[in-house]
């Protein structure tokens, strides 16, 4: 699966569970750890928890295990390392308190409307 299949199934993943503020930011050229950041968050530790469980469970139907899933346990950040995909689920506070996107500025934010377009890979 390229890398814009699994950003679109990602998405999806994220919108199943009502993920809040989807940002997705393009790291070509700006970071050699993935070629996007997704970024979201949830309004409760159990909505976090929910976002970060269908994620896992849709990426795994198509044999695409996590790398890494940490701070699922918190459900404060939980970051799912997909390789050129990155995924970040905040709890609403912390996403406000390490607010990525301005970390990330220079990054081109990616068309959300282009995701949910594209066809299930």
């Keep these: 699966m390229n890398p ?10 994220l919108e199943n569970k009502k993920a809040e503020n989807i940002v997705v930011l393009n790291m070509q050229g700006i970071s050699v750890v993935a070629d996007f950041f997704v970024i979201c968050h ?3 530790d159990k909505q976090v928890q929910a976002i970060a469980q269908e994620l896992k469970e849709k990426i795994g139907e198509y044999g695409l295990p996590a790398k890494t899933m940490e701070g699922y346990d918190e459900a404060r950040w939980v970051l799912a390392d997909l390789g050129d995909v990155v995924v970040h689920i905040f709890h609403r506070e912390e996403r406000e308190y390490y607010n990525l996107e301005r970390l990330w500025g220079d990054a081109k934010r990616e068309d959300l409307e282009d995701l949910k377009s594209e066809a299930a890979p």
């Excluded at 814009?4 to 993943?13: D, F, G, Q, S, W």
Aim: hydrophobic share 40%.
């Design 4 to 13: 814009r299949e699994k950003l679109a199934l990602v998405y999806r993943a």
């Design 42 to 44: 949830g309004n409760s």
